[in-house]
């Protein structure tokens, strides 16, 4: 690899690193829209203190968490 494709890729390890989405695509797992809504409300909450995830029986509360988690130990937050 040369200068430029190296500047490139470490340009997209901090975009992606900076980004909340990005652990979405990296999820082995399908992901519902309803899912993908509740993990944004929660992170937009972690800095008000936190969220409830209380939805129906069978919506994906344990992805959601786990979504929420997977973007905390991917940002180096513990």
């Known amino acids: 690899m040369g ?5 490139y890729a470490e340009l997209k390890q901090q975009e992606l690193k900076n980004n909340p989405y990005s652990c979405l695509h990296m999820a082995d797992i399908d992901i519902n829209p309803h899912q993908i809504e509740a993990f944004t409300f929660a992170l937009s909450s972690l800095e008000l203190g936190g969220a409830i995830l209380a939805d129906e029986v069978g919506l994906g509360k344990t992805i959601e968490a786990g979504l929420v988690i997977k973007y905390l130990l991917c940002s180096g937050k513990k």
Not at 3 to 7: K, L, R, S, Y
């Open 3 to 7: 200068i430029v494709e190296n500047t």
